[in-house]
T-cell receptor
Framework: GAVVSQHPSRVICKSGTSVKIECRSL??????MFWYRQFPKKSLMLMAT?????????EQGVEKDKFLINHASLTLSTLTVTSAHPEDSSFYIC?????????????FGQGTRLTVV | TQLLEQSPQFLSIQEGENLTVYCNSS?????LQWYRQEPGEGPVLLVT?????EVKKLKRLTFQFGDARKDSSLHITAAQPGDTGLYLC???????????FGTGTRLQVTL
């Protein structure tokens, strides 16, 4: 399958600082990338969908000013958690999908464990 | 409201046993995927089913998509400790590009 690389895998930051997470598709062009948040022992919760070159579409209840998403190229999307607080601590996962709108298969990154202290 | 409900939520079995995980919804999906996720890692795609009634096999895993494309099942034969993980179904609604994930089934296989 296609390879999606997420970096960093773990990050600890101080409350009030910002953290950037990168998601790269290594061997295909990702027309769409998705960002998820996962709480312990729970399923994935979609935060936002981003298409290359356009603004991200956020799910209801997700603060767009807090979770900044940039999808500037067909192989890279970034999620920046701004002014992080302890309640933002979570496992963040990206997925990437290539091809047209009819393609539903997405491939996931390894995830990023964010801890805000 | 969770569109995709999985059952059971948690399953602990011994090596060699068989099991079935269900993924149910009242919505019709254009396609449905199954993933397995291990702790601290991203989900790994196991299979995609598209046609109602479709059955796919992946070694000891058998996936079935319901005739009405509203539900799916995953059957594992002779489970092994390496099958341990979180199993997630995910469906695409119509032409929507995003996936809706199920509630998840945590499987633990012991020796």
């Amino acid at each position: 399958g296609a390879v999606v690389s997420q970096h960093p895998s773990r990050v600890i930051c101080k409350s009030g600082t910002s953290v950037k997470i990168e998601c790269r598709s290594l061997d295909f062009q990702a027309t769409t990338m998705f960002w998820y948040r996962q709480f312990p022992k729970k399923s994935l919760m979609l935060m936002a969908t981003s298409n290359e070159g356009s603004k991200a579409t956020y799910e209801q209840g997700v603060e767009k000013d807090k979770f900044l998403i940039n999808h500037a190229s067909l192989t890279l999307s970034t999620l920046t958690v701004t002014s992080a607080h302890p309640e933002d601590s979570s496992f963040y996962i990206c997925s990437a999908r290539g091809g047209g709108w009819w393609v539903t298969e997405a491939f996931f990154g390894q995830g990023t464990r964010l801890t805000v202290v | 409201t969770q569109l995709l409900e999985q059952s059971p939520q948690f399953l602990s079995i011994q090596e060699g046993e068989n099991l079935t995980v269900y993924c149910n919804s009242s919505s019709v999906f254009s396609s449905l995927q199954w993933y397995r996720q291990e702790p601290g890692e991203g989900p790994v795609l196991l299979v995609t089913v598209v046609t109602g009634g479709e059955v796919k096999k992946l070694k000891r895993l058998t996936f079935q998509f319901g005739d009405a494309r509203k539900d799916s099942s995953l059957h594992i034969t002779a489970a092994q400790p390496g099958d341990t993980g979180l199993y997630l179904c995910a469906g695409a609604l119509g032409t929507a590009s995003k996936l809706t994930f199920g509630t998840g089934t945590r499987l633990q296989v012991t020796l």
